[in-house]
């Protein structure tokens, strides 16, 4: 499948093996604490009891978690200290799920109740993952990648400063997999060489043919020196061959801050794949959205009713403020929002700060202070306003939105016509997706980022999308409303 081939094989293998060592502690567990005299040979009753079928199906979210601790990074792999401590962190927080699980389902047949089991499968887990994972796999694996038995072919596009200093490091540094080809470079003459004995392989415009010639298997893009749009641009005809594409780029340094990606050495690698099976994705994020949304609806229509009453007594006009935004593809829709400000105020002010902050980086309303997204001070907004607006609870009446289909519960936040029309040509792009109620800037300081550093996460999402990144989103905004914008990750 090229779906597969878009990734190193070790990682399928180490899903395997963490699957297998997991399953196989609970079989453990299971078999010294009940059925310490079974033949397992010749009796197949502990294969079909419920519990076994439990434990196998808990390992399967169980791996959830080795991904969340970033467990199948490589430079995370091919460490012993680190890897051994993300380790014991993912197999306590998974069988402390387990142990509450036990507690609130009493069904003997179906759940583990036995505290020792538990423990055992724990102990068990930890021991067998230490040995296979950390002594025997990490070790094949360095061994063969520095014997060159297996190695990723790689191309880098950008023979400039970055792409010579990533070059230099590969050549030095064999542990990671990887067997650079050569350049691609638009300003060098075909064949010239860039560092060592590697050389200019073609244009930009050329990496269709040239992947295919050499069998590349990833593409590493290493450009600081252009606008964001020819960027962009780069990565796009990049992704079209279909092989994982890694970018190292000042212009996406901010990524690299505030999400855990890819390392090699010093060396921060932001991915972009080619979408796999786009329809599913979507339909499972909607599925997501339609579920999340109605369950939050039911759960804060309290806090919603209470909000409600003291918006009205604060000051006078509708509970509801509606205002027309803009969508996926551009097309409009009617956007809700609890009322923060007093009614029949001029938006100049607002058109104002959003053309400051989308032209200059910064707002001049706010003294020229680069990367604050909200007006300080506003005099349009009331009392409850302030607080509502604080504590983010002026967006919940969003749920209907996203319940109705307009947006969804992530995604880039749905902008105003007026602001659109300030828009350049590679901002656009964020529109592509259906808009949210939390995103990825939201949860990287948002009142500390620039317009553009909002629009290149944006992107960054978009180009990553997947119910899993959006589950880490949601979660993540959790502490960010309950402590602030210092707690963003």
């Given amino acids: 499948m090229q779906f597969l081939q878009k990734y190193p094989k070790f990682k399928y293998s180490l899903v395997a093996l963490d699957y297998s060592i997991l399953a196989l502690s609970f079989f453990i567990a299971l078999k010294v604490k009940f059925w310490p005299h079974l033949d397992i040979i010749n009796n197949m009753d502990y294969f079909i009891h419920p519990l076994y079928w439990t434990a196998l199906l808990f390992s399967l979210p169980a791996i959830l978690v080795f991904q969340y601790n970033h467990l199948y990074k490589k430079h995370i792999f091919i460490t012993i200290v680190q890897q051994e401590v993300l380790l014991l962190k993912s197999i306590v927080i998974i069988f402390s799920i387990f142990t509450i699980l036990s507690f609130f389902i009493k069904v003997p047949d179906l759940v583990i109740q036995s505290r020792t089991v538990i423990v055992a499968a724990a102990l068990s887990s930890f021991g067998l993952l230490s040995f296979f994972r950390v002594l025997i796999a990490r070790t094949v694996y360095v061994t063969v990648s520095k014997n060159a038995l297996v190695r990723r072919k790689i191309v880098i596009v950008g023979a400039g400063q970055?792409?010579?200093?990533?070059?230099?490091?590969?050549?030095?540094?064999?542990?990671?997999?990887?067997?650079?080809?050569?350049?691609?470079?638009?300003?060098?003459?075909?064949?010239?060489?860039?560092?060592?004995?590697?050389?200019?392989?073609?244009?930009?415009?050329?990496?269709?043919?040239?992947?295919?010639?050499?069998?590349?298997?990833?593409?590493?893009?290493?450009?600081?020196?252009?606008?964001?749009?020819?960027?962009?641009?780069?990565?796009?005809?990049?992704?079209?061959?279909?092989?994982?594409?890694?970018?190292?780029?000042?212009?996406?340094?901010?990524?690299?801050?505030?999400?855990?990606?890819?390392?090699?050495?010093?060396?921060?690698?932001?991915?972009?794949?080619?979408?796999?099976?786009?329809?599913?994705?979507?339909?499972?994020?909607?599925?997501?959205?339609?579920?999340?949304?109605?369950?939050?609806?039911?759960?804060?229509?309290?806090?919603?009713?209470?909000?409600?009453?003291?918006?009205?007594?604060?000051?006078?006009?509708?509970?509801?403020?509606?205002?027309?935004?803009?969508?996926?593809?551009?097309?409009?829709?009617?956007?809700?929002?609890?009322?923060?400000?007093?009614?029949?105020?001029?938006?100049?002010?607002?058109?104002?700060?959003?053309?400051?902050?989308?032209?200059?980086?910064?707002?001049?309303?706010?003294?020229?202070?680069?990367?604050?997204?909200?007006?300080?001070?506003?005099p349009r907004i009331t009392r409850v306003g302030r607080f509502i607006r604080k504590t983010s609870l002026d967006e919940l009446p969003q749920l209907f939105n996203v319940l109705k289909g307009d947006m969804s519960l992530v995604g880039p936040r749905p902008g105003l016509p007026y602001e659109f029309e300030e828009y350049e040509e590679w901002h656009k792009e964020r529109i592509k997706v259906l808009p949210g109620i939390t995103g990825l800037w939201q949860v990287s300081g948002r009142n500390a980022l620039t317009f553009e550093d909002m629009i290149v996460l944006d992107l960054y999402y978009i180009e990553n999308m997947s119910p899993w990144f959006d589950l880490q989103i949601m979660l993540k905004t959790i502490p960010v409303l309950v402590f602030g914008d210092k707690h963003a990750f």
């Fill in 162 to 378: 970055s792409g010579k200093l990533v070059a230099a490091n590969l050549a030095t540094d064999q542990k990671y997999g990887y067997e650079l080809i050569g350049f691609l470079d638009d300003f060098l003459p075909v064949g010239s060489r860039v560092f060592a004995h590697y050389r200019n392989l073609g244009k930009i415009r050329d990496i269709q043919k040239i992947v295919q010639f050499y069998d590349i298997d990833e593409i590493i893009v290493c450009i600081s020196t252009v606008t964001h749009a020819r960027l962009l641009e780069i990565i796009e005809t990049c992704k079209k061959t279909g092989k994982l594409v890694q970018v190292y780029s000042d212009l996406y340094e901010l990524v690299a801050q505030k999400v855990p990606v890819e390392r090699f050495r010093d060396f921060p690698f932001v991915r972009f794949v080619e979408a796999y099976n786009a329809n599913l994705n979507n339909a499972f994020k909607r599925l997501l959205d339609i579920i999340f949304s109605s369950i939050a609806i039911v759960i804060a229509s309290p806090i919603m009713l209470v909000i409600a009453v003291a918006i009205k007594m604060d000051s006078k006009g509708p509970v509801i403020f509606k205002q027309k935004r803009l969508g996926k593809g551009g097309k409009p829709f009617m956007f809700y929002k609890f009322r923060s400000m007093y009614t029949d105020v001029d938006d100049k002010i607002h058109r104002e700060y959003l053309k400051n902050l989308i032209k200059n980086g910064k707002a001049a309303e706010n003294g020229g202070k680069e990367g604050v997204y909200k007006i300080v001070d506003d």
